[in-house]
């Protein structure tokens, strides 16, 4: 089915879309990407800045029900800047040029996707999300004893404010904070270089033979001659970032 928004496909889907959310949601707990806080504790300009949850809904080929949400970022442009928030991705070039190569060399090649990438680090500034309607209603499902006592009536509506502890998804510097830390990790702990043209390219000599991972946000794309040279590089992100999600 086409996307839909949470009013749209909760009446389409019924408890199915309602279940659909609440996994999507259970992984914010899970996680520790937020902690509930009481609506009273928070100032006027706080709950006026706080950004609102999206979530949609859409029916997968394989008939599954997905949900995925996301914070309302937009609030943020009126205070940080693009340099802030613009995320190094890689350059089709570098994409070409890798691939010419490891044609030419016979490499090995693996595709990685970081699952929950942002959820991985910690946010940088003080952000409120506010849930409202259904969408506070079905949180409280995830963990009623964790989150039942916030609820809170705002013009009629049940709202729930909640503070981000992780990057979140739709927040602006949410693609900027995962590739520092990504950049940190394959360089500090894993011994890669980054090349100087083009900052998600890195390289290293293993065995003798160079090893190159290229990366769009959590899209990492690794090559060696050796398939168990890329097999190992894997095994260390797993450990890094797929304790949740392999």
Known sequence: TEQMSLKKGLKYFGKSGADAVVA???QLDYRNVIKPVSRKELTREQKCRA???LMYLKQKRCGRIKAR??????KQCLYKSKEETSSPTVTTEAVFLTSVIEAQERRKVMTVDI??????VDIDELIHVRLEGPM???LTRVDPAKYRTYMSDENGRQVLYVELQKALYGTLQAAMLFWENLT???TGELGFTVNPYNSC???KMINDKQCTIIWHVDDLKLSHVDQSVLEGVVKKLNAKYGQEDP
């Open 184 to 186: 940190a990790f394959l």
């Open 24 to 26: 999507e949601m259970r």
């Open 136 to 138: 506070a209603e079905l």
């Open 69 to 74: 949400g996301c914070a309302d970022g937009r």
């Open 115 to 120: 699952p929950g990438a942002f959820m991985h």
């Open 201 to 203: 390219v890195v390289n």
């Open 51 to 53: 950004l609102d949850y």
